[in-house]
């Protein structure tokens, strides 16, 4: 059974950081592209970073410059570098995989698994 579980979401003040965690079990995703979402209440999800296994890497212009993707192939996991953080940025923050391919996607229905997600608030 593969599972994604994130972790390392939280409470922080405008302006901190926090490092997301994302394992995987059940396959080895080192040849998959992977991802970071996030939902805010009331919204849709939106795309925030992917990275593929060359670790080509690709951003939502509105995290732009203040977060990292990055990946540790042989931990089977991605990590979401998060600094500067707003308000605008409190939202349930998902990581998900593709199942085969390594091209790199900002669209949701590309990925095949999906972590249940961790909460990310950031207070004024």
């Known amino acids: 059974q593969v599972q994604l579980v994130e972790s390392g979401g939280g409470l922080v003040q405008a302006g901190g950081s926090l490092r997301l965690s994302c394992a995987a079990s059940?396959?080895?995703?080192?040849?998959?592209?992977m991802g970071w979402f996030r939902q805010a209440p009331g919204k849709k999800r939106e795309f925030v970073a992917a990275?593929?296994?060359?670790?080509?890497?690709y951003y939502a212009d509105s995290v732009k410059g203040r977060f990292t993707i990055s990946r540790d192939s042989a931990k089977n996991a991605v990590y979401l570098q998060m600094n500067s953080l707003t308000p605008d940025d409190t939202a349930v923050y998902y990581c998900?995989?593709?199942?085969?391919?390594?091209?790199?996607?900002?669209?949701?229905?590309?990925?095949?698994?999906w972590g249940q997600g961790t909460q990310v608030t950031v207070s004024s």
């Open positions: 998900a995989a593709r199942g085969s391919l390594s091209v790199i996607t900002s669209r949701a229905d590309g990925y095949d698994y």
């Open positions: 059940g396959r080895t995703f080192s040849s998959s592209a």
């Open positions: 990275i593929n296994w060359g670790e080509m890497t």
